[in-house]
């Protein structure tokens, strides 16, 4: 098991890895579950009088979503109540000046780890351990601290590298997250299962599939996720998201191959979306049926009404409803009615009930879906889907075994 933050010494100056990826629209950053979460387990650290610096990433390099933190530390800061400060330069003298300068009580916001060569380099953890951010950053501070839960699937060097060299310790959402989404792969349901994924991030998804036999008695598709299989049967449909790129073109064959697999092995049990919903001339929904996408195919942004009548019978007879992914563009009202509409039956339903996503679990308050009505909002979406799938996560296993040295 992990040390978490209730082993702290007190007053220690913290390196602390968060994950504030968030939608970015036209180049605003958008709030979501995760600021408020991570602000809980800040406002705690610098209560105890703990000096606080922070890692977090925002996209992947080559998208519009790939920004700098100044707006995130805005963001945070009204989560926290207090003042959150920002540098733009994660190890450099900017940055180090500004760490030197923490004292007791203060959180400050390094830049964006992945605008540095070393976070996203294809190394082992040792290897991360001695990169130069790792080597830099730790003798500035006595301890590391992992509150980034929704990012713990992916091994980069602010994940993986810190906990080979310091003393390091589970945050508040890593250690809940990591309780919580363990917990339901061991649980047995004596019902249907029903697995609701939608989204962008179609690798992650079908990733996950591959490996959920035995746990998920039905898939109801959506979002790009939904396209991408209609796609592989034939249908002009689909798009290239700042999260998915070259799904749709270049890397094509390789999916069209794995989804065709997928596909082959769940035949019925997997639902797909048979209409869906664009924006017309006049920025109306216009609703069409699969078959007619041809003369739009990138242009739909929600399933339509059709398809959702056509799932809400599953979730109502299933035992446990596990969602991943929206439906469609929530964000935009009129391009809701799939998400909301799927989600609403859930929480009409007496299931069990888990929605993940960093996005995705946003649906619920935005469109006042009553948090009580599900039984975990996960602000994970990729971690939650390999803990379903029982895989393990490399932050949790780095966390393990600093505890152990
Ligand atoms: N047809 C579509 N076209 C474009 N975007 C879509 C479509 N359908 C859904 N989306 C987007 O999918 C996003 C949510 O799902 P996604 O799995 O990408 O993120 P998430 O819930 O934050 O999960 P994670 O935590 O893994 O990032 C929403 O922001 C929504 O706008
Ligand atoms: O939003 C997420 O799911 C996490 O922050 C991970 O982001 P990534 O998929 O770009 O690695």
């Given at each position: 098991?992990?040390?978490?933050i ?25 709030d ?8 809980e387990?800040?406002?705690e ?17 080559g998208?519009?979503t ?6 995130h530390?805005?963001?945070?800061a ?23 300068e ?38 500035e ?15 980069h ?7 080979q060299?310091?003393d ?10 990591y309780?919580y989404?363990?917990s339901?792969?061991r649980?047995?349901?004596?019902g ?21 036999d ?27 998201t ?9 890397s ?6 794995t ?7 769940y ?17 109306e ?17 929600d ?7 056509a ?9 446990a ?23 609403r ?13 960093g ?35 490399p ?9 152990e040295?």
């Open positions: 098991m992990f040390n978490t209730d082993d702290l010494e007190p007053e220690q100056r913290l390196l602390m890895r968060v994950d504030l990826n968030a939608p970015v629209d036209d180049g605003a950053v958008q979501n579950r995760r600021f408020a979460r991570h602000a387990t800040i406002a650290l610098i209560d105890d009088g703990h000096a606080v610096a922070l890692m977090a990433h925002q996209g992947r390099p998208r519009d790939f920004v700098t933190l100044e707006q530390a805005d963001i945070l009204d989560h926290v109540g207090e003042d959150v400060d920002y540098v733009p330069s994660t190890y450099g003298d900017e940055a180090l000046d500004a760490i030197a923490l004292e007791s009580g203060d959180v400050l916001v390094l830049e964006n780890v992945r605008m540095t060569d070393d976070e996203l380099a294809d190394r082992t953890p040792e290897e991360h351990g001695e990169s130069d951010l790792v080597q830099t950053l730790a003798p501070f006595d301890a590391y601290v992992n509150d980034g839960y929704s990012v713990a699937h992916r091994p060097a602010s994940i993986v590298g810190f906990p060299v310091m390091s310790y589970a945050g508040r959402v890593m250690a809940e997250e309780e989404n363990t339901i792969e649980r047995e349901f004596d249907k299962v029903t697995m609701v994924l939608g989204g962008t991030k179609v690798e992650d998804v079908v990733a996950a599939m591959e490996n959920l035995e746990k998920v008695d039905q898939f109801l598709l959506g979002g790009i996720v939904g396209q991408l299989f209609l796609r592989s049967e034939g249908y002009e449909i689909g798009i290239d700042p999260e998915g790129p070259g799904l749709y073109d270049e094509w064959d390789e999916n069209e191959d989804i065709r697999e997928v596909k082959e092995r035949g019925d049990r997997i639902s797909l979306p048979v209409d869906v919903a664009r924006e017309g001339e006049d920025g929904r216009v609703t069409e049926r699969v078959e007619d996408a041809a003369d739009h195919p990138d242009e739909y942004l399933v339509g009404e059709e398809t959702v009548e799932y809400q019978p599953h979730v109502r007879e299933s035992e409803v596990l969602v991943k992914g929206a439906l469609g563009v929530f964000e935009m009202e009129q391009f809701s009615h799939g998400t909301v509409g799927v989600l039956a859930v929480a009409e339903t007496d299931c069990y009930s888990v929605v993940g996503g996005d995705t679990s946003r649906t619920v308050t935005m469109y006042d879906l009553g948090e009580e009505n599900f039984d975990h909002l996960s602000i994970a979406g990729g971690a939650y889907l390999r803990a379903l799938t029982g895989a393990p996560l932050a949790v296993e780095a966390l393990e075994a600093a505890a040295r």
